[in-house]
């Protein structure tokens, strides 16, 4: 089976506003077609007859494993994007910018060209240097006034790598749903609050559309600032793979930040008289 990054090289990675790919028609048209097909039920993403409007549910490997209902295309697939050979690839793309953004990276998990790949939830750290994971997900379908999915944010930092393969179905007439790379507009970390950017001190870079096919997929760090538009009223849920890599140890502190944004704030008050 054709892997997501057999689309792509290394020179077609983007450096800003922090190192990613766009990988359109990432599939053959077939498989994308038979995936789309075969894409588990609503019920079966959310264990449950009922959803929640626009709430996302993920369905992650391990259950996918597990599961007879899901098909063999389907658990192929699932299994290829967790295993070492996808690994190598994301390392081969990335590695450049892996030392660049977390310099102390091989010294602290390992050699990136030696990583190797366990699935989460099924191994750990003891037999593995990155846990993978490709959840099955949907946003449900669209019920009342929608809102923002996720304003700006950062993932979590122990996240390697992030990425979502988009498999729009055919019959979906909905809007929204897009993923947005944003920057600092300072060029500096600034505005935490937790993992999310206030918007005051961010700008929009790129708008990639939920559409079918579409694979975009980033290196984790501090800048590494995204977000989610609102969808439209609709009947059909956002159809996606979430692709994630984990390491151990944390890869960036955002507290750190998030400390100096507030400190900031309390300085700018008493400046303005409004603290004693």
């Known amino acids: 089976m054709r892997s997501l990054f057999d689309a792509i090289e290394k020179h077609e990675v983007f450096t800003e506003p922090f190192p990613h790919v766009v990988i359109r028609d990432a599939l053959d048209e077939d498989l994308c077609t038979q995936l789309i097909a075969e894409f588990p039920t609503i019920n079966t993403i959310t264990q449950s007859p009922q959803f929640v409007s626009n709430e996302r549910y993920s369905y992650p490997a391990r259950d996918v494993f597990a599961n007879p209902q899901i098909s063999d295309l389907w658990k192929s697939f699932i299994q290829l994007h967790t295993s ?28 990136i060209r030696a990583l190797e790949a366990g699935v989460r939830k099924i191994d750990d750290f003891s037999s593995a240097d990155v846990l993978m994971d490709a959840q099955i997900c949907i946003n449900a379908p669209v019920t009342e006034v929608p809102k923002p999915i996720k304003q700006a944010h950062i993932d979590r930092p122990q996240v390697l790598f992030a990425g979502l393969y988009y498999l729009r179905h055919p019959d979906d007439r909905s809007t929204g749903g897009d993923l947005e790379i944003y920057r600092f507009k300072s060029g500096k970390p600034y505005g935490f609050q937790g993992q999310f950017i206030d918007d005051r001190y961010v700008e929009l870079v790129k708008t990639v559309k939920y559409d079918r096919n579409v694979l975009v997929l980033f290196l984790n760090s501090i800048h590494s600032l995204h977000g989610v538009t609102a969808r439209s009223i609709t009947n059909s849920p956002r159809c996606f793979v979430n692709l994630i890599g984990e390491v151990k140890q944390p890869l960036f502190n955002y507290r750190l930040y998030e400390e ?4 900031v704030r309390q300085f700018t008050r008493k400046l303005r008289g409004l603290v004693p």
Do not use: M, S
């Open 260 to 263: 100096q944004t507030n400190l």
């Open 84 to 111: 070492d050979r996808f690994l190598k690839q994301f390392g081969t793309l990335f590695e450049d910018h892996i030392r660049q953004y977390h310099p102390e990276f091989e010294q602290v998990i390992g050699e």
